[in-house]
């Protein structure tokens, strides 16, 4: 099994979160089964579309303890757009649907007069201590967002209808609203420091 593997969410573009990591010499492998994630030493959790479709794909594979036991113990793990919105505990836009559970929070839909989803460039301004984020402009396309961090994290911040959370990182755990693997060589750079933290992963 790779040192790198991505979890088949059916609900992500692979194909560009393969090609950025090929840009960086890095080659990603689909995991097939929990143990795959469990044993490798950088996991990403990619997404695009609808939270309730793509937790029950990661349930379909049985992935869901692994993936929150990578999560919970700090091991290098990168989540994006849906992807990080599955490590919640629930989302406004599928009721009923249960996240990963190990952040303390719902995620919610845009309020106010913007206009829904958020697409294109915005500015991400880094939390005190981040490892991992710098200031810089990434690329968003969503309707739903984590308002505020949770306990124990480092947030990063984006506005859009007033203020959410476009990244959060604990540990070696990297988790980005917005898509590294599209935002140019500032995304290149994150996905390059989150890459690093792999190497040294057990």
Same mark, same amino acid.
């Given at each position: 099994m790779s040192d790198l593997v991505v979890v088949p969410t059916g609900t992500a573009n692979m194909a560009s979160v393969r090609a950025a990591f090929k840009r960086l010499g890095a080659d990603l492998t689909e995991a097939t089964e929990s143990a795959d994630v469990s044993?490798?030493?950088?996991?990403?959790?990619?997404?695009?579309? &609808?939270?309730?479709?793509?937790?029950?794909?990661?349930?379909?594979?049985? %992935?869901?303890? &692994?993936?929150r036991d990578r999560v919970e113990q700090g091991r290098?793990?990168?989540?994006?757009?849906?992807? %990080?919105?599955?490590?919640?505990?629930?989302?406004?836009?599928?009721?009923?649907?249960?996240?990963?559970?190990?952040?303390?929070?719902?995620?919610?839909?845009?309020?106010?007069?913007?206009?829904?989803p958020q697409l294109g460039w915005n500015r991400v301004a880094p939390g005190p201590g981040s490892r991992f984020v710098e200031p810089g402009w990434a690329y968003f396309a969503n309707s739903y967002r984590i308002d505020e961090e949770p306990e124990g994290w480092i947030g990063s911040g984006t506005n859009y209808a007033g203020r959410f959370v476009s990244a959060l990182e604990r540990g070696n755990v990297l988790a980005c609203q917005f898509h590294p693997e599209l935002s140019g060589p500032w995304g290149a750079g994150l996905l390059g420091r989150w890459l690093e933290t792999t190497r040294v992963a057990a």
């Amino acid at each position: 099994m790779s040192d790198l593997v991505v979890v088949p969410t059916g609900t992500a573009n692979m194909a560009s979160v393969r090609a950025a990591f090929k840009r960086l010499g890095a080659d990603l492998t689909e995991a097939t089964e929990s143990a795959d994630v469990s044993r490798a030493a950088g996991v990403v959790l990619p997404g695009v579309g &609808a939270f309730g479709a793509a937790i029950s794909q990661v349930d379909i594979l049985g %992935m869901r303890q &692994a993936l929150r036991d990578r999560v919970e113990q700090g091991r290098a793990t990168l989540a994006v757009c849906v992807g %990080m919105q599955l490590l919640c505990g629930a989302s406004e836009e599928s009721p009923g649907a249960a996240g990963l559970g190990v952040i303390d929070r719902t995620v919610s839909r845009f309020g106010g007069e913007e206009k829904v989803p958020q697409l294109g460039w915005n500015r991400v301004a880094p939390g005190p201590g981040s490892r991992f984020v710098e200031p810089g402009w990434a690329y968003f396309a969503n309707s739903y967002r984590i308002d505020e961090e949770p306990e124990g994290w480092i947030g990063s911040g984006t506005n859009y209808a007033g203020r959410f959370v476009s990244a959060l990182e604990r540990g070696n755990v990297l988790a980005c609203q917005f898509h590294p693997e599209l935002s140019g060589p500032w995304g290149a750079g994150l996905l390059g420091r989150w890459l690093e933290t792999t190497r040294v992963a057990a």
